[in-house]
């Protein structure tokens, strides 16, 4: 909290006096200091011009190898109430006992309705002890009317925690929008399905199926119906047209039962593995870049704008040949787009 005047504010409206220098605090992230990360969290979501520039310092200076190859970035997704709090919670006991390292990023979509429009998603991931263990980090954030999407925010969150933490989760409800999202997100993709509901036959349906690369059934205590619905999702899955190797497992597990969590770690290591053997993770991470600065621009500027520099081919050559740095390239794209609207005036 910074003070303004005589009104006492938050930290993501801080005063341009009040911002970090972005080079110190990017070491401190590296070095995994979690107040540092929750200090650069909310740099990022300042939207203030000199923030903007400081953001983009920080984020360039994160940038490097690792944010390429490095890290397990994975997006965790599936209808309302299926217990994907629940179970990721299960998931960071699993990972924390073997000593690796979580940030999670808890995404709601504010116009849930029974929310409230709230950030709440964050507050059902219960961990014992979460507030002292310095290897995990937790951070709810509020999706901001992005018509049921992920806020454009997300991407550069997750990859400040990339820089932070061994594993970094996005768990989003999975509204339509949010699913395609979040395949823009992570590395690996999870669909956590809920037994015998109307949701998971609707989402069979429409073809949103092709994005997750793991299914997880959860709530396989019910019995039968979840045995149904995962051989459902099963036959579903193997029948799409797939052009990789990966096979798309389908797991059954119990957040509550603490059941088939260590299968379902297995599969998000192996997946890892296959993206990196694959040569997949780099080429994968550079198609998200290029996929979020493309948002970001039609969202300021529209197609027009993204047409004057070159459309989203030339956004994606100018990127690749950045090697890592979206951010700092993305800002000199708006600046020549700001300079062309300028002259064409
Ligand atoms: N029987 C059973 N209930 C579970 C299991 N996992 C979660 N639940 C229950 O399902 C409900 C929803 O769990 P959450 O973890 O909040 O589900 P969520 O998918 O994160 O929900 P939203 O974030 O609201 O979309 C809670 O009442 C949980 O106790 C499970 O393995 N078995
Ligand atoms: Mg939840």
Not at 84 to 91: D, I, Y
Not at 296 to 310: D, N, R, S, W, Y
Request: hydrophobic content about 40%.
């Amino acid at each position: 909290m910074v003070w303004r005047g005589w009104v006492r504010c938050p930290d993501h409206q801080m005063t341009p006096a009040a911002l970090p220098d972005p080079e110190q605090l990017a070491l401190r992230i590296l070095r995994r200091e979690r107040a540092a990360v929750a200090r650069g969290l909310n740099l990022l979501d300042n939207k203030l011009a000199e923030a903007r520039q400081c953001s983009v310092r920080l984020l360039a200076a994160l940038s490097g190898e690792h944010s390429l190859n490095g890290g397990h970035l994975i997006g965790i997704t599936g209808p309302p109430g299926a217990g994907k709090s629940s179970l990721v919670s299960a998931m960071i006991r699993e990972w924390r006992r073997a000593g690796r390292t979580v940030g999670v990023l808890a995404v709601d979509p504010s116009s849930r309705p029974e929310l409230g429009g709230g950030a709440l998603l964050g507050d059902r991931i219960r961990i014992k002890n979460a507030a002292h263990d310095e290897g995990l980090f937790i951070r709810s954030l509020a999706n901001r009317n992005q018509l049921g999407g992920v806020a454009t925010e997300v991407w550069p969150m997750s990859w400040l925690m990339l820089a932070a933490f061994d594993i970094v989760v996005v768990e989003t409800v999975g509204v339509g929008q949010t699913e395609i999202d979040i395949a823009e997100i992570g590395d690996t993709v999870c669909y956590v399905a809920q037994p015998a509901s109307g949701d998971t036959i609707q989402y069979l349906k429409s073809g949103i199926i092709e994005i997750p690369d793991i299914f997880a059934v959860n709530k396989s205590d019910l019995g039968a119906a979840a045995y149904k619905t995962a051989g459902e999702i099963g036959r579903s899955a193997s029948r799409q047209d797939r052009r990789d190797d990966w096979d798309y497992p389908v797991c059954l597990v119990s957040a509550t039962m603490n059941t088939g969590i260590t299968e379902l770690h297995g599969n998000f290591d192996r997946h890892r593995s296959f993206l990196a053997h694959a040569g997949l993770l780099q080429k994968l991470r550079t198609r998200h870049q290029s996929a979020w600065v493309v948002r970001v621009l039609k969202e300021e500027f529209g197609t027009f704008g993204v047409e004057l520099i070159g459309g989203y081919a030339e956004i994606g050559k100018r990127l690749e040949a950045q090697y890592g740095n979206q951010f700092e390239e993305c800002e000199r794209m708006r600046q020549q787009i700001i300079s062309r609207f300028k002259s064409s005036d």
